[in-house]
T-cell receptor, first 112, second 112 residues
């Protein structure tokens, strides 16, 4: 158990819908990262927050947005969902930006 | 050409064998991570290293910064080591964030 929690574990929804994935980092960790793992793209970095502020952005679609709240939990919002958004979404956390990252169990999103 | 290349893509071994997985990267890095992804999907961070060698139990990770190459070794392999092993790097040029770029992973199967 890494100490990073993600909810929900599984999510099945239809195209065009909007979902919110939630992540709680390990106690004391200020950085939160979101990653997407799809069958054809492998693991890809989406976005990083540090203590509430966006720190780095990857290949995150405009339909996706994220934020980190004052209690340091983070949410990833996915809207206008397409079939290709079906993937595992991982959250990770670290103490700072230069430290080892600890991964949550992931949320498996299926868009039908 | 991907920034991070792993070899082999697939590896089958007999229990007890010494295993090596290789990772080559094309950019200057500040850190390299080795991750393990279990069949259920969960990701565990094995090592983060920027120079030299680290050892944890039967796992050893080495990195040669000049050669832009890292290896993950597993001694006395066991069926429970069966998983996907993923190499990821943090680009040295990225100073504001901690984006990781991932290799495609090596699927390891250890037979009893």
């Amino acid at each position: 158990d890494s100490g990073v929690t993600q909810t929900p574990k599984h999510l099945i929804t239809a195209t065009g819908q909007r979902v919110t994935l939630r992540c709680s980092p390990r106690s004391g960790d200020l950085s939160v990262y979101w990653y997407q793992q799809s069958l054809d793209q492998g693991l890809q970095f989406l976005i990083q927050y540090y203590n509430g502020e966006e720190r780095a952005k990857g290949n995150i679609l405009e339909r996706f947005s994220a934020q980190q709240f004052p209690d340091l939990h983070s949410e990833l919002n996915l809207s206008s969902l397409e079939l290709g958004d079906s993937a595992l979404y991982f959250c990770a956390s670290s103490v700072g930006g230069q430290n080892e990252q600890y991964f949550g169990p992931g949320t498996r999103l299926t868009v039908t | 050409k991907n920034e991070v290349e792993q070899s082999p893509q697939n590896l089958t071994a007999q229990e007890g064998e010494f295993i090596t997985i290789n990772c080559s990267y094309s950019v200057g890095i500040s850190a390299l991570h080795w991750l393990q992804q279990h069949p259920g999907g969960g990701i565990v961070s094995l090592f983060m290293l920027s120079s030299g060698k680290k050892k944890h139990g039967r796992l050893i990770a080495t990195i040669n910064i000049q050669e832009k190459h890292s290896s993950l070794h597993i001694t006395a392999s066991h069926p429970r080591d069966s998983a996907v092993y993923i190499c990821a790097v943090k680009n040295r040029e990225e100073t504001s964030g901690s984006r990781l770029t991932f290799g495609e992973g090596t699927q390891l199967t250890v037979n009893p």
